[in-house]
Nanobody, 121 residues
Framework: QVQLVESGGGSVQAGGSLRLSCAASGSIRSIRAMGWYRQAPGKQRELVAVITSGGSTNYADSVKGRFTISRDNAKNTVNLRMNTLKPEDTAVYYC???????????????WGQGTQVTVSS
């Protein structure tokens, strides 16, 4: 069984910073990519940032230049540093991993439980 556990998040004023962390654990054969998505009330879940095992990154246009994703392959962790936060960044942030478990030779998409980020103006 594979689990993603998130930490970080919370409430901050506009212009502030927060850091999210996510650790993958369990029966993991390999991790191709890890990333962060977010879902605001009444909106669809959207990609925030993703990083591959090789270090390639992709960001949503709305967060480019403000957010930085990083990954520790040895520890199966991914972090999201969020700077210059805006009220529109308020959402539940979910960690995602594209992971092949040891039990099967198929890549699956795993999700964390979500962590709330609230930015006040």
């Amino acid at each position: 069984q594979v689990q993603l556990v998130e930490s970080g998040g919370g409430s901050v004023q506009a212009g502030g910073s927060l850091r999210l962390s996510c650790a993958a654990s369990g029966s993991i054969r390999s991790i191709r990519a890890m990333g962060w998505y977010r879902q605001a009330p009444g909106k669809q879940r959207e990609l925030v940032a993703v990083i591959t095992s090789g270090g390639s990154t992709n960001y949503a246009d709305s967060v480019k230049g403000r957010f930085t994703i990083s990954r520790d392959n040895a520890k199966n962790t991914v972090n999201l540093r969020m700077n210059t936060l805006k009220p529109e960044d308020t959402a539940v942030y979910y960690c995602n991993g594209q992971i092949t478990p040891t039990t099967i030779f198929t890549e699956l998409s795993y999700w964390g439980q979500g962590t709330q980020v609230t930015v006040s103006s």
